[in-house]
């Protein structure tokens, strides 16, 4: 078929956010082509395993309302991984990749408030309290797991931006979002997606900042000649208040100070609002071959599956391997008719790790 005019910078930020999902999934050992998936699946589940060893004794937690938060992980996952299986026209799959990127924001999100639950808390009622819940889970922890320990920080003058949990090496910070994806540069390509995203959420504090410092300064005005006008003194011409004020070099490095650390959670989230908001074109108008939005797809699938395994095994150390088997193994039944996919093609591997 021939592939329809791209808008450049909508092609742009297709590739971008392309890039940065690749990244992800190559953290997580999943290499470009997936003739290794179930190993690199099964190799991430180790680690965490590794990393979180099982709590002895098991720890008590709502079973009820952690079998609410799996299946609601789950099924996103199943949803995402059948419409991906379904289409094989590219038009198709440009579409489904729109819808993608929610399915698999909900996989991080549910499979993260399933795993507060297993710790014994009460599950988050909005998406900012479980993003901020990745930063306990994951990343300030004395052992880590990539992708789900890194994430983007503050950073100082020397140090423009800092990482936890990251390559053991410096961040290269020229590396263009761009360029291809391989194990030499996808911490350098990840790191980027992660400090864009807390970026967004360090602009929006700032312009926030000076709108609220031009009130005050308005405010301060408008006193100041109240008590001149008291004092019987006359009128001075009203200035142009700009709308928003200057801060002082200062004043921006302290605001930017106090934005949390951003994880991958985060990054979904963002994914998703841009996709499905922000640009919802992106998916659909920016591939400009026909292939790439195949990768898309996969990598979506590959990092819904990475972050399955990677909470799946946290739970089961947490609360024992019976409690996890017994919930996975009594869903699986109940959707067995849609094949090996999601949780329903991971039981083996789970019964091995735990």
């Known amino acids: 078929m021939t592939t329809p005019a791209v808008d450049g910078k909508v092609q742009k930020s297709f590739r971008t956010h392309a890039h940065y999902l690749r990244a992800l999934t190559q953290l997580a050992g999943y290499e470009l082509f997936p003739t290794k998936d179930n190993a690199a699946t099964e190799k991430l589940g180790l680690q965490v395993a590794a990393a979180f060893p099982a709590a002895i004794p098991p720890r008590t937690a709502d079973i ?8 609601r992980a789950w099924v996103a ?157 006359r009128a001075r011409k009203v200035p142009n208040f700009p709308k928003a004020g200057k801060l002082a070099p200062a004043e921006s490095s302290a605001a930017e100070a106090k934005v949390r650390e951003y994880t991958w959670l985060d990054y979904l989230y963002r994914l998703r609002v841009k996709a499905n908001y922000e640009e919802a074109g992106m998916f659909i108008d920016g591939p400009d071959t026909e292939h790439v939005s195949g990768i898309v797809a996969l990598d979506m699938v590959r990092m819904a599956k990475a972050i399955m395994i990677a909470h799946e095994v946290r739970i089961g150390q947490l609360l024992g391997k019976a409690v996890v088997m017994d919930l996975a193994t009594d869903w699986a039944s109940k959707h067995s008719h849609v094949g090996a996919v999601g949780i329903c093609s991971r039981l083996e591997m789970l019964d091995r790790i735990l």
């Open 64 to 71: 009820a309302e952690l079998s609410k938060s799996l299946n």
């Open 77 to 233: 996952e199943l949803v995402l991984a059948v419409s991906v299986s379904m289409f094989d026209e590219d038009e198709l799959i440009r579409a489904s990749n729109a819808w993608g990127s929610v399915q698999t924001y909900y996989v991080g999100y549910s499979a993260t408030q399933a795993l507060i639950i297993a710790e014994g808390r009460d599950r988050p009622a909005d998406h900012a309290r479980t993003q901020r819940e990745v930063l306990a889970l994951w990343v300030t922890r004395a052992k880590s797991v990539a992708p789900f320990s890194f994430a983007a920080a503050a950073g100082s003058r020397s140090n423009p931006s800092a990482y936890k949990n990251g390559p053991g090496r410096p961040i290269d910070r020229q590396m263009s979002s761009l360029s291809n994806v391989g194990r030499s540069n996808a911490w350098d390509i990840a790191a980027t997606a992660l400090r864009t995203t807390r970026n967004d959420a360090v602009n929006k504090k700032l312009v926030t900042l000076r709108e609220t410092k031009a009130r005050d300064q308005k405010k301060d005005w408008e006193s100041e000649e109240n008590a001149r006008l008291a004092a019987g003194k």
